[in-house]
């Protein structure tokens, strides 16, 4: 069973610090997504990284896939509180049956 | 595109009865999949189906099953329920199962369980 590991598990920060959230595992995986989650929606696709070492940009939204595809990290810079939500990242390999890590809860105070 | 859509948003259902949740991916989308979120749990996969087929299937007891239409349109059925499969049911679609396997989300079902 491939299992991801997100941390922190928990993070409340003020309007306009800076972030990173992680997600490992001891697994290989042929790509990764990023997704957020708001109470009550489901989560919504962020981003796809498919290479080892791929730097992806959205916006405010730094992602990262590890050079070995084993890990990942997503950093905001200058968080708004839109930014608020459940951030999950998902490793596919070659099952293709998705692995879910338990994500991380974002609060971001104005 | 219209987004996957779910029905019902809200379902409240007493121990011991059954129940079935609709899901209609993005038009287009061949793979359905369904999972089950609780706050303990995380995402927990239940189950795809592509074509008509369930293709892959999770960790879960008989009572969860299943099945995909000729449109695409997929339900779950969950039988003789129990308290603890009170959670956010949710389902996702995607245009293949290819090396990117992307995932698309409806809002989902919330059950409640009584």
């Known amino acids: 069973t491939q299992l991801l590991e997100q941390s922190p598990q928990f993070l409340s920060i003020q309007e306009g610090e800076n972030l990173t959230v992680y997600c490992n595992s001891s697994?290989?995986?042929?790509?990764l997504q990023w997704y957020r989650q708001e109470p009550g929606e489901g989560p919504v696709l962020l981003v796809t990284?498919?290479?080892?070492?791929e730097v992806k940009k959205l916006k405010r939204l730094t992602f990262q896939f590890g050079d070995a595809r084993k890990d990942s990290s997503l950093h905001i810079t200058a968080a708004q509180p839109g930014d608020t939500g459940l951030y999950l990242c998902?490793?596919?390999?070659?099952?293709?049956?998705?692995?879910f890590g338990r994500g991380t809860s974002l609060i971001v105070h104005p | 595109k219209a987004g996957v859509t779910q029905t019902p948003r809200y379902l409240i259902k007493t121990r011991g009865q059954q129940v079935t949740l609709s899901c209609s991916p993005i038009?287009?989308?061949?793979?359905v999949s369904w999972y089950q979120q609780t706050p303990g749990q995380g995402l927990q996969f239940l189950f795809e189906?592509?074509?008509?087929?369930?293709?892959n299937k999770g960790n879960f007891p008989g009572r969860f099953s299943g099945r995909q239409f000729s449109n695409s349109r997929s339900e779950m059925n969950v039988s003789t329920l129990e308290l603890g499969d009170s959670a956010l049911y949710l389902c996702?679609?995607?245009?293949?199962?290819?090396?990117?396997?992307?995932?698309?989300f409806g809002p989902g079902t919330r059950l409640t369980v009584t």
């Open positions: 996702a679609s995607s245009y293949s199962s290819g090396r990117t396997y992307e995932q698309y």
């Open positions: 697994s290989v995986f042929s790509s």
């Open positions: 990284v498919v290479t080892g070492g």
């Open positions: 998902a490793g596919a390999g070659g099952s293709y049956i998705p692995t």
């Open positions: 038009s287009g989308h061949r793979s």
């Open positions: 189906y592509f074509s008509e087929t369930q293709r």
